[in-house]
């Protein structure tokens, strides 16, 4: 398996995937300084919290290995290499442009609280992004252990101040104020947004809200005025008194914690989706059924990862972290989606909640595509258990996606188990989606649908739900485990 491609925003070394260890390449320069850091009250703490990636040294015999696999010598040779540590592997890595509001406020608050803890180690973030964190189930793991740098105890700057506003505090702003997606934000805008971006977004009144007047405008106004070639401004400006240095920037954080928790989203948001789960159109026995079937072929496979695809609020997918997997949790519904990570974090399960449409799932980004991968090269032969409940009419009739096409996703992303409902297009809402056009699947039924599945997998066993047009399926991938 070929390594992935290599990090290379930092001259302090690079990061990369392979043969499934996450390595880190150090430049003979920055060893030093990184390991005093690992070795930190705040690296310890945040470590045993499992809120920072853990991270060893590899003894020289194992990066002589390295240097002569055929693969990684351009690695070595791409800076001066001094050392190669490795860091534990986060199940499932994710991106800014897939997380609801909620995962973002919660990446925002541990890179503040990581900020201040080094602060009393005598390190500085050196930059504040929320590409450096993947999230461990609902918690976020800050990733990018070299982001840390000694700092001068007379320096009262956070040199990261203006990125993590735009990282973190203004896409927060402009979906809570306007519904601007995250996906919207981050998929065309990697380091965010600008103050000038938003500020086009205010009207008169809303320019001068306080929240809006420090984040927004005054900066704006500023930057109109700013002579962009005074070199002043990138001088550091250091003082004699160390501890007013560390008070002004332990005040500054303090201003930040506040920012940011006042556009924490608020757990009552609502959508078209969010309610679903209260007023879908199935009655007690029937939901009572579909529970009992997922959880008895949850129980016969037992699926260590499971995706689960339209996941709505969650409630399938904490019945499989409960049975003890590791869960995915996509849909395309960000209040979903939050709604989802909220349960988890409350009731402590294992599942990490993504805003993901299938139909359209997110692209390779970066660099030659290369910096984040897609949603579908990450979730090929990642799962040993895929949930699709509720969902596949939606694909076929709102997406017009081929019977065949979602079964064999399905297929490419499972190793071995697929609980899939099948609904009739006699449903009340398999109506309500065609409007008007049920002519177009007049030939689907259960037998079609059965035939779709045999060349990718095997029926173990159905279940037509009581009083509905809906039939359950447990379906064993050909070729797989179990």
Same mark, same amino acid.
């Given at each position: 398996?070929?390594?992935?491609?290599?990090?290379?925003?930092?001259?302090?070394?690079?990061?990369?995937?392979?043969?499934?260890?996450?390595?880190?390449?150090?430049?003979?320069?920055?060893?030093?300084?990184? $390991?005093?850091?690992?070795?930190?009250?705040?690296?310890?703490?945040?470590?045993?919290?499992?809120?920072?990636?853990?991270?060893?040294?590899?003894?020289?015999?194992?990066?002589?290995?390295?240097?002569?696999?055929?693969?990684?010598?351009?690695?070595?040779?791409?800076?001066?290499?001094?050392?190669?540590?490795?860091?534990?592997?986060?199940?499932?890595?994710?991106?800014?442009?897939?997380?609801?509001?909620?995962?973002?406020?919660?990446?925002?608050?541990?890179?503040?609280?990581?900020?201040?803890?080094?602060?009393?180690?005598?390190?500085?973030?050196?930059?504040?992004?929320?590409?450096?964190?993947?999230?461990?189930?609902?918690?976020?793991?800050?990733?990018?252990?070299?982001?840390?740098?000694?700092?001068?105890?007379?320096?009262?700057?956070?040199?990261?101040?203006?990125?993590?506003?735009?990282?973190? &505090?203004?896409?927060?702003?402009?979906?809570?104020?306007?519904?601007?997606?995250?996906?919207?934000?981050?998929?065309?805008?990697?380091?965010? &947004?600008?103050?000038?971006?938003?500020?086009?977004?205010?009207?008169?009144?809303?320019?001068?809200?306080?929240?809006?007047?420090?984040?927004?405008?005054?900066?704006?106004?500023?930057?109109?005025?700013?002579?962009?070639?005074?070199?002043?401004?990138?001088?550091?400006?250091? &003082?004699?008194?160390?501890?007013?240095?560390?008070?002004?920037?332990?005040?500054?954080?303090?201003?930040?914690?506040?920012?940011?928790?006042?556009?924490?989203?608020?757990?009552?948001?609502?959508?078209?989706?969010?309610?679903?789960?209260?007023?879908?159109?199935?009655?007690?026995?029937?939901?009572?059924?579909?529970?009992?079937?997922?959880?008895?072929?949850?129980?016969?496979?037992?699926?260590?990862?499971?995706?689960?695809?339209?996941?709505?609020?969650?409630?399938?997918?904490?019945?499989?972290?409960?049975?003890?997997?590791?869960?995915?949790?996509?849909?395309?519904?960000?209040?979903?989606?939050?709604?989802?990570?909220?349960?988890?974090?409350?009731?402590?399960?294992?599942?990490?909640?993504?805003?993901?449409?299938?139909?359209?799932?997110?692209?390779?980004?970066?660099?030659?595509?290369?910096?984040?991968?897609?949603?579908?090269?990450?979730?090929?032969?990642?799962?040993?258990?895929?949930?699709?409940?509720?969902?596949?009419?939606?694909?076929?009739?709102?997406?017009? !996606?081929?019977?065949?096409?979602?079964?064999?996703?399905?297929? $490419?992303?499972?190793?071995?188990?697929?609980? !899939?409902?099948?609904?009739?297009?006699?449903?009340?809402?398999?109506?309500?989606?065609?409007?008007?056009?049920?002519?177009?699947?007049?030939?689907?039924?259960?037998?079609?649908?059965?035939?779709?599945?045999?060349?990718?997998?095997?029926?173990?066993?159905?279940?037509?739900?009581?009083?509905?047009?809906?039939?359950?399926?447990?379906?064993?991938?050909?070729?797989?485990?179990?």
């Amino acid at each position: 398996m070929p390594p992935s491609a290599p990090s290379f925003r930092d001259p302090a070394g690079c990061c990369c995937s392979f043969n499934g260890r996450v390595l880190r390449f150090v430049a003979t320069d920055a060893i030093s300084e990184f $390991e005093q850091f690992l070795q930190t009250n705040c690296a310890r703490q945040f470590i045993a919290r499992k809120q920072f990636v853990s991270t060893r040294r590899l003894n020289e015999d194992e990066t002589a290995a390295l240097r002569e696999s055929p693969e990684l010598p351009p690695v070595f040779h791409a800076q001066p290499i001094g050392a190669v540590f490795e860091h534990e592997r986060i199940p499932f890595p994710s991106y800014p442009h897939e997380w609801p509001p909620e995962m973002l406020w919660a990446a925002g608050r541990l890179t503040l609280e990581l900020a201040q803890a080094a602060l009393v180690d005598g390190f500085g973030l050196k930059d504040a992004t929320p590409h450096n964190l993947l999230f461990r189930g609902s918690e976020p793991v800050f990733i990018d252990a070299l982001s840390f740098e000694r700092r001068h105890p007379g320096d009262p700057i956070w040199k990261p101040h203006a990125q993590f506003v735009r990282t973190f &505090l203004l896409p927060l702003l402009a979906n809570r104020r306007w519904g601007l997606p995250l996906a919207e934000i981050f998929t065309t805008r990697r380091d965010g &947004l600008e103050p000038e971006d938003v500020y086009r977004l205010c009207g008169p009144l809303e320019k001068i809200k306080p929240r809006t007047l420090s984040l927004v405008s005054i900066p704006t106004w500023l930057s109109r005025r700013a002579d962009p070639d005074d070199q002043k401004i990138y001088q550091p400006h250091l &003082l004699a008194n160390t501890e007013k240095a560390r008070f002004i920037l332990e005040s500054l954080f303090k201003r930040l914690e506040r920012t940011l928790d006042s556009l924490k989203p608020v757990a009552q948001k609502k959508s078209v989706w969010s309610d679903y789960m209260a007023t879908h159109s199935y009655d007690d026995p029937a939901f009572a059924a579909k529970e009992k079937f997922v959880s008895e072929a949850l129980r016969e496979f037992k699926p260590a990862r499971v995706l689960d695809a339209g996941a709505n609020t969650g409630h399938f997918s904490a019945l499989a972290a409960q049975a003890g997997a590791e869960v995915v949790a996509v849909d395309l519904d960000a209040a979903c989606a939050g709604a989802i990570w909220r349960r988890a974090r409350e009731l402590k399960l294992d599942i990490l909640p993504l805003v993901v449409n299938l139909a359209h799932p997110s692209p390779a980004l970066g660099w030659r595509n290369a910096e984040c991968p897609s949603f579908l090269d990450r979730a090929t032969g990642a799962f040993d258990g895929v949930l699709m409940l509720a969902l596949i009419h939606h694909l076929l009739v709102t997406e017009r !996606i081929p019977l065949e096409e979602i079964l064999r996703l399905a297929y $490419e992303v499972t190793n071995s188990l697929l609980v !899939i409902e099948f609904v009739e297009p006699k449903d009340e809402m398999f109506r309500r989606l065609t409007r008007g056009r049920e002519a177009l699947h007049a030939s689907l039924n259960a037998a079609v649908f059965e035939q779709a599945c045999t060349p990718h997998f095997e029926i173990v066993r159905s279940l037509a739900l009581p009083g509905t047009q809906r039939r359950m399926y447990c379906l064993k991938r050909k070729g797989g485990g179990n």
